[in-house]
């Protein structure tokens, strides 16, 4: 009798200091939990507070490329619809509109439409057409176009801030240059070999082709 009464205190003791145990080890996961959680959160701070001061640069850099991108994708269209259809065609910027995509009005253009028959104006409207809606770019965004004088082999402000395609595809070397309003940064979009080539390239170091 006197055993088993030495055995059941035994057991009572075993099972508190297995219950202490257990209550230790949940108070101790409890607090490595609430310490991982606040190194998450104070990198996570740590983290916001370098992005959030840059966050306007990175827009501004974003908003930038994707407008040279465009640029550079209208230049090469005014080429394409000048050698498609064959007369001069011009990519124009106007402060108010944006891009314009349109033709060269000259002597030899008008009186060959005066003269054009039934046959030939059906011909005519099979070709491309040139949009005639403009492309405008984002506020905030200033724009000069720049061409080479043949002679001085430099880049001078276009008079009519425009760049025209001869109908075989040809143009002077140009520039457009893209500036963001603070005047902190900009991208220029290059026109070479007479137009065979587009390029970007800038402060934001992007080139494309």
């Not at 983290?47 to 908003?63: D, I, N, T, W």
């Amino acid at each position: 009798m006197y055993s088993i009464c030495r055995d059941s205190a035994a057991l009572v003791l075993r099972s508190e200091n297995l219950s202490r145990r257990g209550r230790l080890t949940r108070a101790t996961a409890s607090a490595f939990t609430l310490i991982e959680l606040m190194v998450v959160l104070f990198f996570m701070v740590v983290g916001a507070s370098l992005v959030v001061p840059r966050m306007p640069a990175l827009l501004e850099g974003a908003k930038m490329r994707n407008a040279a991108r465009d640029v550079a994708a209208l230049v090469r269209s005014a080429r394409e619809l000048a050698v498609l259809r064959e007369e001069p065609i011009a990519l124009r910027y106007d402060q108010n509109y944006g891009f314009i995509i349109e033709r060269v009005e000259t002597e030899e253009t008008v009186a060959a439409e005066e003269a054009q028959t039934e046959s030939e104006a059906a011909e005519e409207e099979k070709k491309p057409q040139i949009p005639e809606r403009p492309f405008p770019l984002p506020s905030g965004i200033a724009v000069t176009v720049q061409t080479e004088e043949e002679q001085r082999q430099s880049l001078l402000p276009s008079e009519g801030n425009e760049l025209v395609f001869t109908p075989d595809g040809r143009c002077a070397n140009a520039r457009i240059l893209l500036a963001d309003s603070r005047g902190t940064g900009g991208l220029a979009v290059r026109v070479d070999l007479h137009g065979a080539s587009v390029t970007i390239e800038g402060s934001l170091e992007e080139t494309e082709r």
